[in-house]
């Protein structure tokens, strides 16, 4: 994918704690020049076995092959510590290349965080 550097969003990363686990909030534009700061957030993340690490993208406006690592090691880590892993927001972008890279396979969705949190304490 290309863009026009001059349309830059910067990326954005937030951690807060949910009911049963934590949610990374991912925004703006994640690509090879800023996937260091996700991957640096990513390897503090407090995780343990039966929570849920959220993936929250429904502010991501531009992601490369950068930003899709940055996203399979998120679930790596999730995995390593037990817990389990979820995506919510995701718009029609990011459906897209999930569906081309088949991450919509390894991934479950949720329209929110909230109803991640929901369908895992259905679980």
């Given at each position: 994918?290309?863009?026009?550097?001059?349309?830059?969003?910067?990326?954005?990363?937030?951690?807060?704690?949910?009911?049963?686990?934590?949610?990374?909030?991912?925004?703006?534009?994640?690509?090879?020049?800023?996937?260091?700061?996700?991957?640096?957030?990513?390897?503090?993340?407090?995780?343990?076995?039966?929570?849920?690490?959220?993936l929250?993208?429904?502010?991501?406006?531009?992601?490369?092959?950068?930003?899709?690592?940055?996203?399979?090691?998120?679930?790596?880590?999730?995995?390593?510590?037990?817990?389990?892993?979820?995506?919510?927001?995701v718009?029609?972008?990011?459906?897209?290349?999930?569906?081309?890279?088949?991450?919509?396979?390894?991934?479950?969705?949720?329209?929110?965080?909230?109803?991640?949190?929901?369908?895992?304490?259905?679980?």
């Amino acid at each position: 994918m290309s863009r026009d550097r001059g349309l830059d969003n910067e990326l954005t990363v937030g951690v807060a704690e949910g009911p049963a686990g934590v949610v990374l909030t991912i925004g703006g534009d994640l690509d090879f020049d800023n996937s260091p700061e996700l991957r640096s957030v990513i390897g503090r993340l407090a995780l343990s076995p039966g929570r849920l690490l959220v993936l929250d993208l429904s502010g991501l406006t531009f992601f490369d092959s950068s930003g899709i690592t940055m996203l399979v090691i998120a679930r790596k880590v999730a995995l390593a510590a037990g817990a389990d892993v979820a995506v919510s927001g995701v718009g029609p972008m990011v459906a897209k290349i999930f569906h081309i890279t088949g991450l919509d396979m390894v991934f479950r969705s949720y329209p929110d965080p909230s109803a991640a949190f929901a369908a895992a304490a259905r679980n």
